[in-house]
């Protein structure tokens, strides 16, 4: 469905995570897929909305999981803060499909630049927190690379 990109992965935002840098590149790959889609306006942009909402909600669910998975590991001394970002998106993400759903105002288009602009400012801020807390503990050799396998 993608026709141009309106985020684009940089290796700036990796975490030094092969995995999670991957599940971030999924994620920007469905934001550009979902905004593609919306800005085609109307039903089709509703349409669209709906089928890919609900695969992005269920991939956004188990990266999450992940995230916290290892920060937890890791005893990432932010996790709290962080996991409460996840929950904040995810229940906004819920609304923002419980207002579709029940016809109340509701702007695909504008949802799309919302998780665009949630996703950017969330890899390149709040993950890369935690990436260089991973790569820290790294290049003291206090980083035991199965912890990272979820």
Not at 10 to 27: A, C, K, M, P, T
Not at 51 to 66: L, P
Request: with cysteine.
């Amino acid at each position: 469905m993608q026709t141009e990109s309106v985020v684009e992965w940089d290796d700036s935002y990796s975490v030094g995570v092969e995995l999670i840098d991957n599940q971030h590149r999924e994620l920007i790959k469905m934001t550009n897929d979902l905004f593609a889609g919306c800005q085609k306006g109307g039903t089709t942009a509703e349409m669209y909305f709906m089928k890919t909402i609900q695969g992005a909600v269920k991939y956004v669910k188990t990266h999450f999981s992940t995230e916290e998975i290892i920060m937890e590991r890791l005893k990432y001394p932010d996790f709290l803060v962080h996991k409460k970002e996840h929950e904040n998106f995810v229940a906004k993400v819920l609304k923002e499909v419980k207002d579709f759903e029940g016809a109340k105002n509701f702007v695909p288009l504008d949802f799309a630049r919302y998780l665009q602009d949630w996703v950017l400012t969330h890899i390149a801020l709040s993950d890369k927190k935690y990436g260089v807390f991973f790569n820290e503990l790294k290049s003291k050799g206090a980083l035991d690379e199965s912890m990272l396998v979820v």
